[in-house]
């Protein structure tokens, strides 16, 4: 179980998911903060949700590459 609380949490803060908050923060700008909510890798590919909010409102977007 420790295991794979560690692989999840590496996934979700390697490179992947800052390139996944890169993309989602180049379709909403700077004005949000972003967190990785689901991550899926293959290769050089790979597909995000990306969770956008501000004090004010939360966002969901989907990313690709």
Known sequence: ????????????????????????????GPGYQYYVSSLSTSGKSGSASVTAYTDREIKQVKVQW
Do not use: N, Y
């Not at 179980?1 to 998911?17: D, R, Y």
């Open 1 to 28: 179980m420790g295991l794979m609380v560690s692989i999840t949490t590496i996934s979700l803060h390697g490179e992947s998911a800052s390139r996944a908050k890169l993309l989602a923060k180049e379709q909403l």
